[in-house]
């Protein structure tokens, strides 16, 4: 990956929340493949709209930390968003024991970051890459709302552990991690994931 691409910070807001959006320029090359064995970067000469990829975090983690993935995505040719979840990065309300909020608002945050995306995406294919809850959440929304809102959905590491489906004696140790996530959201009243990811 070459580093960072700059972007232009949008905000959705969605019942007293607002939802950061990290807005990436268009790419302005794609991918020539000809019959050498090497890619090389050409200017785009058709009409079509690139795809456009909107990336969901995993929680606590900020949509900077996906800023060299995105570079890499947009010199591949692909126009991209990256989310801030809820209380994460650029987004608010900031964690607390005060605020509540679970997977109906994340599904709703979803649907309301691709309708202000709108103008953005008609016209063009959009994928959803969902990382974590992110993947959870954007998933949740396809099975809610259908999937008619976008044309494909990558998932990266949704799965919620069950200790019991793991072998020997790794089962135990997921127990013991998921309990000691459990004890210190407990405590702290939210999850660190700037901390521990």
């Known amino acids: 990956m070459s580093g960072e691409a700059a972007y232009i910070q949008e905000f959705v807001d969605v019942e007293g929340a607002r939802i950061g959006v990290q807005i990436y320029p268009e790419p302005v090359a794609v991918p020539d493949y000809d019959s050498s064995s090497s890619a090389r970067l050409t200017p785009r000469r058709d009409l079509e709209l690139p795809p456009m990829v909107v990336i969901w975090p995993a929680m606590g983690v900020p949509a ?19 989310v801030d979840l809820r209380g994460t990065g650029a987004s608010t309300p900031r964690p607390s024991r005060a605020c509540r909020y679970g997977y109906p608002e994340l599904v709703t945050d979803v649907g309301a970051v691709l309708d202000a995306l709108k103008p953005r995406l008609d016209g063009r294919r959009r994928l959803l890459l969902g990382h974590s809850l992110g993947g959870q959440a954007a998933l949740l929304h396809l099975a809610v709302h259908g999937g008619d809102a976008v044309d494909g959905l990558a998932l990266l590491a949704v799965g919620v552990p069950w200790w019991r489906s793991y072998p020997g004696t790794r089962g135990p140790v997921v127990l013991a991690f998921t309990q000691a996530i459990a004890a210190v959201s407990g405590a702290c009243g939210v999850w660190p994931g700037w901390g521990f990811g």
């Open 64 to 82: 900077r930390y996906y800023r060299p993935f995105a570079a890499a995505l947009r010199e591949a040719g692909l126009a991209v968003a990256v």
